[in-house]
């Protein structure tokens, strides 16, 4: 059982309503932190739920550096695991994360079974949040807000802490979940600006 077997099944028995849902998005690969890690699966409705994949043929390597990118964006995450790693990510992931085991049956049909359930984030970063937003649509939510001239140019960390500046927590989330889902040529983002870092 492979990653991509546990992330077919995963789509199809437990998110399958998150895929019907008209206002809900559901996307494999979402990059964090400009691309410097992705999301093995991302659901963006109310709120950024996260879940990373870890088959037995995977390396737990990279868990620590995934759980510090997902922990500054998701407000649920959840390691979805085979059998051979359960015991030992339990100690990798901290308590708010949701843990799910992947098994096969006899039919060779992949069985999730929640380990533990995911809890509340307590602590995310709005600028991490921010950084999901392309340069294009930080440059329309402050020029909406008022703000023009040189600061518009500025590069895109920059245009992430003006934003931060002016709107609460909520409201970013608010704004940069409508962005990810509104968007078009999702996967064909225009080219970098040379102002971006």
């Given at each position: 059982?492979n990653?991509a ?5 995963f789509?199809r028995?437990?998110?399958?309503k998150?895929?019907?849902?008209p206002d809900?998005?559901v996307?494999?690969?979402l990059g964090?932190?400009h691309g ?8 963006i409705?109310g709120?950024?739920?996260?879940f990373?994949i870890?088959?037995d043929?995977?390396?737990?390597r990279r ?10 964006i998701f407000d ?7 059998q ?8 990798l992931?901290?308590?708010w994360?949701?843990?799910t085991?992947?098994s ?10 929640t380990v ?7 602590l995310t ?6 950084q ?5 649509e ?16 500025q590069?895109r960390?920059v245009?992430?802490?003006e ?7 909520r ?5 940069v979940?409508a962005?990810?889902?509104n968007?078009?040529?999702?996967r064909r983002p ?8």
């Open positions: 059982m990653d077997q546990i992330r077919t099944s789509h028995k437990k998110l399958s998150h895929h019907k849902a809900t998005l996307i494999d690969e964090l932190q410097r890690c992705r999301a093995d699966i991302a659901v409705n709120h950024f739920l996260g990373e870890k088959s043929q995977d390396s737990l868990i620590p550096k995934q759980v510090k990118a997902y922990s500054t649920k995450a959840t390691l979805i695991v085979g051979h790693h359960l015991k030992a990510v339990e100690k992931i901290p308590q994360w949701g843990l085991s992947a096969t049956d006899q039919r060779g049909e992949v069985r999730f079974e533990r359930p995911a809890a509340w984030n307590p970063d709005d600028f991490a949040v921010a999901l937003l392309w340069r294009n930080a440059e329309e939510e402050l020029a909406n807000r008022g703000v023009s001239g040189g600061i518009l140019r590069k960390s245009l992430y802490h934003l931060i500046k002016l709107l609460d927590p409201e970013l989330r608010q704004v979940r962005h990810l889902k968007r078009t040529g999702w225009a080219p970098p600006s040379r102002r971006d870092d």
